[in-house]
């Protein structure tokens, strides 16, 4: 971990923020601890996900612990980066916070006959974050749709039933991040039922931007993934039905409680009719380890069940030993 | 070359200088030449990326054949389902799915029939989703199930094959009961060399369900899936029953049982069955239509639990006399097409219309279909866009895209009995079918689809708005959404910036640099040139930076100071000016000119101060919320029980642009009933008073004015026309009443005032008027306040600028030769005259190439305009709102788009655009300039 990121993170574990419920979800004791192989060689290149950014860089730091003559290059800009990269053969690994659209998919398989490899390799609750000092606790999603979403009108947070009279009159300022991430695409899927963003939205290019700016002004609100919480934002409840509200937490994303949880993708371009090599196969495997596991929490995603590893690794053909 | 005539022999020029002098000629030739190349090469590079964009696509056959059905008694099918490459496709029939081959040694083979029907029930009635991959079925006990069908295939390698297999030919495919593996209904096929693939037919259905109490056999359904994975199901029965139904299916991401909530309406068909149901992807809409076109709109919104779902609209979609010939959804579920028998009908949403059904919202047809030879017989949605094949009862194949209205491409098919048509789902294979079972397939060629001149440059009718507009929202998360290419958001985004960029930098450019070239000791100005150059060394991520972070939180906190500034600063400047006058002669033509650089400074910083003391004051006189008004905004009103007291305006409802008059009567509306303040009596009064209190409501406040909070037009018209009148009387006494005044300095003081005085009279009569008319501003130049607004990057985007300008002008107004200035100074004019008068028109086309040299850098400005504003592609004047300009769009989005996509062609496109209007504005100007040059070389 460079010192940067060590600052980053430490100013995020200061602020207390969520850490003590992602924390609090334990790794699944049956996922393996990491043993380095033999000829592990070349170099790691990812290109995709910024919300996944941190991520990979974590894990590739993780990997450089075991083959310290292994290159790594991570390279964030955006969900919808990693595709063109796979095809174009720039890239070894693709992580998405979101699964491949058909016209996507279509392209890789028209380049090499068989579709991109899927791998879910940590979980991720997007929240909705506001300014600290705002009244609001929790949110539905069909009010989150009215907020978002161009069907609905132009709010002020009496809408959203905030009493709280300073509040109460003043129009709701709209963050998101901008459309090439994955992000963008899972939120408009699951929130506004697929429908498109009001204009009036200012797009930020990435997931901290989306939180410096709600925590720089009053009365805004938007959305990102629960990893980049600082002590100036809050992340709301959010209910299904207007009724029961559930925190972002490791627990509730697990149980699909909460509703705005996802997947964080890794794909790769694994052709079927030949073994992984080595330095793919042992990456994933790191990955899908205890060690690998460990990082996700680390940056405030919640870790895979046994499971769910175990079946990662059957679909690229790798016996998963545990 | 003075040496003439004596000398004997002239010195000859040798032949070092002439070759240098070829030397340089060739370079500078080639140089300018290769300019010139680059210049048109990019131009052509860029018409070269975007051409596709336009073309039109290509179809062509590629096989034909018929069905060898089981039996010659069965009965036609109803629908086809493709696989991705054209290899093989589902027969439906109510009976069964039959899986025929299309192509290889025996196109129209059938490998097997997957049966529908189960446990004794058979099938009514089923329904497909656009493009397939899911069908639902009804069955004649009144039971629904829905679920998913298609091919699965998979890439192998060729040991994985039985042994007849391996030995394919490229292109050939093998059932795989004829390569010996009798257990699998599949096939292999050999698309590549070194490629084999095997795929099978999949069906995976639910078990079957009731919806609702009626065991009536299901005559109609319908079933949709939206990107939420919410399901959506309406059926109407024989007992002349209908019933709609949401399905919730969650599945934890940690594992375990997906989680299914269904909730189940009534539908409320009034004892008429319908002919065939429609429930929208969004389920907000079930539509029943009959054969005559004629439809029900059923409005799922705001229904209870425990009342069945009213009928909101009725109306025809065909003409009169026509019959349904066919229909079917769009990708997305939002768009129904609609055929008639006459050659009528078109693509038909739901949309947001004050005049339309009960519940606000209205079908509409939004876009034509294309006009064939014949009525359309069937519809094949595509499965990834709005692309769709139309196959008409004359045999004419068409496929369009229905967004962007751009026919792909016809042909014919030959068919004597045309009766269904499907797309492959990736949109590249066109299946035609006639009732007899014999088929066509058609390899396609779409190209890009979306894209055309009128989606790209004009109004479009998307799903779900009420009106056609220009929208720009280039990407979603999945295929379903509607593409929204339109640059004109960009276009306006980027003249925008550049206008209101301008405004600020050029007066302020061109004034500094007539400062410092005419009024400033030299040896100042050679401090001073270089400093304010510097500024241009400022990498404008940097001022991006700054703009956002510092100066917009800054200006959204000051802002009535800021706008006081603008009226201030200036009034200042003219005060110190007339001060300066009053001093004696004798002392100011002693001191130096950086001792009156100091002055300005001091006089600017006196501006300031006074900026920030006027400007709390200013907000207090014209920005004041009236004790209505924050009554309203504390919640205490009361309905207004007689409505024909409220103004005409009012009496059909309140349109958007209305809402803003209804704020100084002291009255509001909420779902089209209106609400007087009203003084709060006894406890409530207090609970009133101490919201007021703690929201600030009853105190002065520009930004909650321009929201629409309260207040009339008046103090906006007032403020924006202030300038201009005052400025105006000022000039006006000058010219016509200055004899009045004398030479007193007093008097012309007075004078001043007295007309500025007038001039603001003047406006607060003219914002009176204009408001009396009903207009506001807060609808055109100004609105509802954004923190990452336009003003704001004017503001840093003209400090980018300003170094330009001004060392460009600097430079024009030095090189005027000094015999002019000392003629007009030596018959007799002061040096103010001599710099406007003389100076500026002599330089006039250098400042002009100044200024537009400006403007070329501010058209094409990237970093400021993406980093300090929220890159919000809006179309509107508001100068406190934000924008999107095109370079900024290309930067944001260029790393997303896959090459050669439409979207990547699309960012070309942008600077296709962006080229063309930095070219049109460099060639303007540098037509300007040379008109301006021929003028001032006359002098």
Same mark, same amino acid.
């Given at each position: 971990?460079?010192?940067?990121?060590?600052?980053?993170?430490?100013?995020?574990?200061?602020?207390?923020?969520?850490?003590?419920?992602?924390?609090? %979800?334990?790794?699944?004791?049956?996922?393996?601890?990491?043993?380095?192989?033999?000829?592990?060689?070349?170099?790691?290149? !990812?290109?995709?996900?910024?919300?996944?950014?941190?991520?990979?860089?974590?894990?590739?730091?993780?990997?450089?612990?075991?083959?310290?003559?292994?290159?790594?290059?991570?390279?964030?800009?955006?969900?919808?980066?990693?595709?063109?990269?796979?095809? /174009?053969?720039?890239?070894?690994?693709?992580?998405?916070?979101?699964?491949?659209?058909?016209?996507?998919?279509?392209?890789?398989?028209?380049?090499?006959?068989?579709?991109?490899?899927?791998?879910?390799?940590?979980?991720?609750?997007?929240?909705?974050?506001?300014?600290?000092?705002?009244?609001?606790?929790?949110?539905?999603?069909?009010?989150?749709? /009215?907020?978002?979403?161009?069907?609905?009108?132009?709010?002020?947070?009496?809408?959203?039933?905030?009493?709280?009279?300073?509040?109460?009159?003043?129009?709701?300022?709209?963050?998101?991040?901008?459309?090439?991430?994955?992000?963008?695409?899972?939120?408009?899927?699951?929130?506004?039922?697929?429908?498109?963003?009001?204009?009036?939205?200012?797009?930020?290019?990435?997931?901290?931007?989306?939180?410096?700016?709600?925590?720089?002004?009053?009365?805004?609100?938007?959305?990102?993934?629960?990893?980049?919480?600082?002590?100036?934002?809050?992340?709301?409840?959010?209910?299904?039905?207007?009724?029961?509200?559930?925190?972002?937490?490791?627990?509730?994303?697990?149980?699909?409680?909460?509703?705005?949880?996802?997947?964080?993708?890794?794909?790769?371009?694994?052709?079927?009719?030949?073994?992984?090599?080595?330095?793919?196969?042992?990456?994933?495997?790191?990955?899908?380890?205890?060690?690998?596991?460990?990082?996700?929490?680390?940056?405030?995603?919640?870790?895979?069940?046994?499971?769910?590893?175990?079946?990662?690794?059957?679909?690229?053909?790798?016996?998963?030993?545990? | 070359?003075?040496?003439?005539?004596?000398?004997?022999?002239?010195?000859?020029?040798?032949?070092?200088?002439?070759?240098?002098?070829?030397?340089?000629?060739?370079? *500078?030739?080639?140089?300018?030449?290769?300019?010139?190349?680059?210049?048109?090469?990019?131009?052509?590079?860029?018409?070269?990326?975007?051409?596709?964009?336009?073309?039109?696509?290509?179809?062509?056959?590629?096989?034909?054949?018929?069905?060898?059905?089981?039996?010659?008694?069965?009965?036609?099918?109803?629908?086809?389902?493709?696989?991705?490459?054209?290899?093989?496709?589902?027969?439906?029939?109510?009976?069964?799915?039959?899986?025929?081959?299309?192509?290889?040694?025996?196109?129209?083979?059938?490998?097997?029939?997957?049966?529908?029907?189960?446990?004794?029930?058979?099938?009514?009635?089923? !329904?497909?989703?656009?493009?397939? /991959?899911?069908?639902?079925?009804?069955?004649?006990?009144?039971?629904?199930?829905?679920?998913?069908?298609?091919?699965? &295939?998979?890439?192998?390698?060729?040991?994985?094959?039985?042994?007849?297999?391996?030995?394919?030919?490229?292109? %050939?495919?093998?059932?795989?009961?004829?390569?010996?593996?009798?257990?699998?209904?599949?096939?292999?096929?050999?698309?590549?060399?070194?490629?084999?693939?095997?795929?099978?037919?999949?069906?995976?259905?639910?078990?079957?369900?009731?919806?609702?109490?009626?065991?009536?056999?299901?005559?109609?359904?319908?079933?949709?899936?939206?990107?939420?994975?919410?399901?959506?199901?309406?059926?109407?029965?024989?007992?002349?029953?209908?019933?709609?139904?949401?399905?919730?299916?969650?599945?934890?991401?940690?594992?375990?049982?997906?989680?299914?909530?269904?909730?189940?309406?009534?539908?409320?068909?009034?004892?008429?069955?319908?002919?065939?149901?429609?429930?929208?992807?969004?389920?907000?809409?079930?539509?029943?239509?009959?054969?005559?076109?004629?439809?029900?709109?059923?409005?799922?919104?705001?229904?209870?639990?425990?009342?069945?779902?009213?009928?909101?609209?009725?109306?025809?979609?065909?003409?009169?006399?026509?019959?349904?010939?066919?229909?079917?959804?769009? @990708?997305?579920?939002?768009?129904?097409?609609?055929?008639?028998?006459?050659?009528?009908?078109?693509? &038909?949403?739901?949309?947001?219309?004050?005049?339309?059904?009960?519940?606000?919202?209205?079908?509409?047809?939004?876009?034509?279909?294309?006009?064939?030879?014949?009525?359309?017989?069937?519809?094949?949605?595509?499965? !990834?866009?709005? @692309?769709?094949?139309? @196959?008409?009862?004359?045999?004419?194949?068409?496929?369009?895209?229905?967004?962007?209205?751009?026919?792909?491409?016809?042909?014919?098919?030959?068919?004597?009995?045309?009766?269904?048509?499907?797309?492959?789902?990736?949109?590249?294979?066109?299946?035609?079918?006639?009732?007899?079972?014999?088929?066509?397939?058609?390899?396609?060629?779409?190209?890009?689809?979306?894209?055309?001149?009128?989606?790209?440059?004009?109004?479009?009718?998307?799903?779900?708005?009420?009106?056609?507009?220009?929208?720009? %929202?280039?990407? #979603?998360?999945?295929?379903?959404?509607?593409?929204?290419?339109?640059?004109?958001?960009?276009?306006?985004?980027?003249?925008?910036?550049?206008?209101?960029?301008?405004?600020?930098?050029?007066?302020?450019?061109?004034?500094?640099?007539?400062?410092?070239?005419?009024?400033? !000791?030299?040896?100042?100005?050679?401090?001073?040139?270089?400093?304010?150059?510097?500024?241009?060394?400022?990498?404008?991520?940097?001022?991006?930076?700054?703009?956002?972070?510092?100066?917009?939180?800054?200006?959204?906190?000051?802002?009535?100071?800021?706008?006081?500034?603008?009226?201030?600063?200036?009034?200042?400047?003219? *005060?110190?000016?007339?001060?300066?006058?009053?001093?004696?002669?004798?002392?100011?033509?002693?001191?130096?000119?950086?001792?009156?650089?100091?002055?300005?400074?001091?006089?600017?910083?006196?501006?300031?101060? #006074?900026?920030?003391?006027?400007?709390?004051?200013?907000?207090?006189?014209?920005?004041?919320?009236?004790?209505?008004?924050?009554?309203?905004?504390?919640?205490?009103?009361?309905?207004?029980?007689?409505?024909?007291?409220?103004?005409?305006?009012? /009496?059909?409802?309140?349109?958007?642009?209305?809402?803003?008059?209804?704020?100084? @009567?002291?009255?509001?509306?909420?779902?089209?009933?209106?609400?007087?303040?009203?003084?709060?009596?006894?406890?409530?009064?207090?609970?009133?008073?101490?919201?007021?209190?703690?929201?600030?409501?009853?105190?002065?406040?520009?930004?909650?004015?321009?929201?629409?909070?309260?207040?009339?037009?008046?103090?906006?018209?007032?403020?924006?026309?202030?300038?201009?009148?005052?400025?105006?009387?000022?000039?006006?006494?000058?010219?016509?009443?200055?004899?009045?005044?004398?030479?007193?300095?007093?008097?012309? #003081?007075?004078?001043?005032?007295?007309?500025?005085?007038?001039?603001?009279?003047?406006?607060?009569?003219?914002?009176?008027?204009?408001?009396?008319?009903?207009?506001?501003?807060?609808?055109?130049?100004?609105?509802?306040?954004?923190?990452?607004?336009?003003?704001?990057?004017?503001?840093?985007?003209?400090?980018?600028?300003?170094?330009?300008?001004?060392?460009?002008?600097?430079?024009?107004?030095?090189?005027?030769?000094?015999?002019?200035?000392?003629?007009?100074?030596?018959?007799?004019?002061?040096?103010?005259?001599?710099?406007?008068?003389?100076?500026?028109?002599?330089?006039?086309?250098?400042?002009?190439?100044?200024?537009?040299?400006?403007?070329?850098?501010?058209?094409?400005?990237?970093?400021?305009?993406?980093?300090?504003?929220?890159?919000?592609?809006?179309?509107?004047?508001?100068?406190?709102?934000?924008?999107?300009?095109?370079?900024?769009?290309?930067?944001?989005?260029?790393?997303?788009?896959?090459?050669?996509?439409?979207?990547?062609?699309?960012?070309?496109?942008?600077?296709?655009?962006?080229?063309?209007?930095?070219?049109?504005?460099?060639?303007?100007?540098?037509?300007?300039?040379?008109?301006?040059?021929?003028?001032?070389?006359?002098?």
């Amino acid at each position: 971990m460079n010192p940067l990121m060590r600052l980053c993170l430490g100013v995020v574990l200061a602020g207390g923020f969520m850490t003590g419920d992602a924390r609090a %979800q334990s790794l699944d004791p049956d996922l393996p601890v990491y043993e380095a192989a033999a000829g592990v060689d070349g170099t790691i290149k !990812s290109i995709g996900s910024d919300t996944m950014n941190n991520l990979m860089t974590g894990w590739g730091d993780d990997f450089r612990a075991f083959y310290p003559a292994v290159k790594v290059e991570v390279e964030g800009k955006g969900s919808s980066t990693a595709p063109p990269a796979l095809i /174009q053969n720039q890239a070894n690994f693709g992580p998405m916070s979101r699964p491949m659209k058909g016209k996507e998919i279509d392209a890789f398989q028209k380049q090499f006959g068989y579709e991109p490899t899927l791998l879910s390799t940590g979980i991720d609750a997007l929240a909705v974050f506001v300014h600290k000092d705002c009244p609001l606790d929790e949110i539905s999603l069909d009010d989150l749709e /009215q907020v978002f979403s161009v069907n609905g009108p132009d709010m002020t947070w009496a809408d959203l039933g905030v009493s709280d009279p300073a509040w109460r009159n003043e129009p709701i300022s709209l963050y998101g991040r901008n459309s090439a991430s994955g992000t963008y695409g899972f939120f408009k899927d699951n929130a506004l039922a697929g429908s498109d963003f009001k204009s009036s939205v200012k797009e930020q290019a990435g997931s901290g931007g989306v939180i410096q700016a709600v925590g720089n002004e009053r009365f805004a609100m938007g959305y990102s993934g629960i990893g980049y919480a600082t002590a100036n934002v809050k992340a709301l409840r959010v209910s299904l039905d207007g009724i029961d509200a559930f925190e972002p937490t490791a627990e509730n994303s697990l149980s699909g409680d909460y509703p705005l949880a996802r997947f964080l993708f890794v794909y790769i371009n694994k052709d079927p009719r030949q073994a992984l090599d080595p330095l793919r196969e042992q990456f994933i495997r790191l990955i899908f380890s205890r060690r690998g596991q460990d990082t996700v929490l680390k940056f405030n995603y919640i870790p895979v069940p046994a499971d769910i590893a175990r079946e990662q690794l059957e679909k690229l053909g790798l016996e998963p030993g545990f | 070359m003075t040496e003439t005539g004596s000398t004997p022999a002239r010195r000859r020029t040798t032949a070092s200088v002439h070759l240098w002098d070829r030397t340089a000629e060739l370079v *500078i030739t080639a140089g300018g030449l290769t300019v010139l190349g680059a210049v048109l090469a990019i131009c052509v590079y860029l018409f070269y990326e975007v051409a596709p964009l336009f073309s039109q696509g290509e179809i062509e056959e590629t096989g034909r054949g018929a069905v060898v059905t089981d039996s010659a008694a069965s009965a036609p099918a109803e629908g086809l389902i493709t696989d991705e490459f054209g290899e093989a496709a589902f027969w439906m029939r109510p009976s069964g799915a039959v899986v025929t081959l299309l192509i290889g040694n025996e196109p129209g083979r059938v490998l097997t029939t997957l049966p529908l029907a189960a446990n004794g029930k058979s099938v009514t009635v089923w !329904s497909m989703r656009p493009g397939g /991959q899911e069908i639902a079925l009804g069955f004649d006990d009144g039971t629904v199930t829905y679920g998913a069908i298609g091919f699965d &295939w998979r890439v192998v390698s060729p040991d994985q094959l039985p042994e007849a297999a391996r030995s394919l030919e490229v292109g %050939q495919i093998m059932t795989l009961a004829d390569a010996g593996d009798d257990r699998s209904p599949g096939w292999v096929s050999r698309p590549r060399e070194d490629l084999f693939r095997v795929s099978e037919p999949e069906l995976e259905l639910r078990r079957p369900f009731r919806v609702g109490r009626s065991e009536s056999p299901v005559v109609a359904l319908d079933y949709q899936v939206n990107a939420a994975g919410r399901r959506v199901l309406a059926v109407a029965r024989e007992d002349r029953t209908g019933a709609f139904a949401q399905i919730r299916e969650s599945r934890p991401l940690g594992g375990g049982a997906p989680r299914v909530r269904t909730t189940v309406w009534d539908l409320d068909l009034g004892g008429v069955t319908p002919d065939s149901l429609f429930v929208s992807a969004d389920g907000a809409d079930v539509l029943a239509l009959d054969g005559d076109g004629a439809v029900r709109r059923f409005g799922t919104g705001g229904v209870a639990r425990d009342e069945a779902i009213p009928v909101v609209e009725q109306r025809s979609l065909l003409r009169e006399g026509e019959e349904l010939t066919s229909m079917g959804w769009l @990708l997305g579920a939002q768009t129904l097409l609609v055929a008639g028998s006459d050659g009528g009908g078109g693509a &038909w949403f739901v949309a947001p219309e004050r005049a339309g059904g009960t519940d606000g919202r209205a079908l509409v047809r939004a876009h034509p279909l294309p006009v064939g030879d014949g009525a359309y017989v069937a519809f094949g949605p595509a499965a !990834s866009d709005r @692309l769709v094949a139309g @196959l008409t009862d004359a045999g004419a194949l068409l496929v369009w895209h229905q967004t962007s209205d751009k026919l792909i491409a016809s042909t014919q098919t030959g068919a004597s009995d045309p009766a269904l048509v499907a797309l492959s789902p990736r949109g590249d294979l066109v299946l035609g079918a006639s009732s007899d079972g014999g088929f066509s397939l058609f390899g396609l060629e779409a190209g890009h689809t979306e894209a055309s001149f009128k989606s790209v440059f004009a109004k479009v009718h998307y799903e779900n708005t009420p009106a056609p507009a220009w929208v720009y %929202q280039s990407s #979603a998360g999945s295929d379903a959404a509607e593409p929204k290419l339109s640059l004109t958001p960009l276009i306006w985004g980027t003249l925008k910036a550049t206008l209101f960029a301008m405004l600020f930098a050029v007066p302020v450019a061109v004034l500094a640099a007539l400062y410092s070239s005419e009024f400033m !000791s030299p040896e100042l100005h050679k401090v001073v040139k270089p400093a304010l150059e510097l500024m241009a060394s400022l990498p404008s991520v940097v001022l991006g930076f700054v703009a956002a972070f510092v100066v917009a939180p800054i200006a959204a906190e000051h802002l009535s100071e800021l706008i006081a500034g603008a009226f201030v600063l200036p009034v200042v400047a003219v *005060i110190g000016a007339t001060a300066w006058q009053a001093i004696p002669g004798r002392i100011t033509r002693r001191v130096g000119s950086g001792f009156r650089l100091v002055i300005i400074g001091i006089a600017m910083a006196v501006g300031i101060a #006074a900026s920030l003391v006027i400007g709390p004051i200013g907000e207090a006189v014209l920005f004041t919320p009236t004790r209505e008004a924050a009554l309203v905004g504390a919640g205490s009103v009361e309905p207004v029980a007689d409505a024909s007291g409220l103004p005409a305006f009012t /009496q059909d409802g309140v349109a958007e642009e209305e809402r803003l008059r209804l704020a100084p @009567l002291g009255l509001t509306e909420i779902d089209g009933l209106f609400y007087r303040a009203v003084e709060p009596t006894g406890e409530a009064a207090a609970e009133v008073e101490s919201a007021i209190e703690a929201g600030g409501l009853a105190e002065p406040s520009m930004r909650r004015w321009l929201d629409g909070a309260f207040g009339s037009a008046t103090p906006g018209w007032f403020l924006l026309l202030l300038a201009p009148t005052a400025v105006l009387a000022v000039i006006m006494a000058k010219r016509y009443a200055s004899r009045m005044a004398g030479d007193s300095l007093v008097a012309d #003081a007075l004078l001043t005032l007295g007309a500025a005085i007038g001039g603001a009279g003047v406006a607060f009569a003219g914002a009176w008027v204009l408001t009396s008319m009903g207009l506001d501003p807060r609808l055109s130049i100004i609105g509802p306040f954004d923190q990452r607004n336009t003003l704001v990057v004017a503001i840093i985007m003209g400090f980018a600028v300003i170094p330009i300008i001004y060392t460009i002008s600097d430079d024009a107004m030095r090189s005027v030769p000094e015999s002019l200035r000392s003629a007009s100074l030596g018959a007799g004019a002061t040096p103010w005259q001599t710099a406007v008068r003389v100076v500026l028109p002599v330089a006039g086309s250098g400042v002009f190439s100044a200024c537009m040299i400006g403007l070329g850098r501010a058209v094409g400005e990237t970093m400021i305009v993406l980093m300090a504003t929220g890159n919000t592609p809006e179309m509107e004047l508001n100068i406190f709102s934000g924008f999107r300009t095109l370079a900024a769009n290309i930067a944001v989005e260029l790393p997303e788009a896959p090459k050669g996509g439409t979207h990547y062609r699309i960012l070309f496109l942008c600077g296709l655009v962006l080229f063309t209007m930095t070219f049109v504005i460099n060639t303007t100007a540098e037509a300007v300039r040379q008109r301006f040059r021929k003028r001032s070389a006359a002098l």
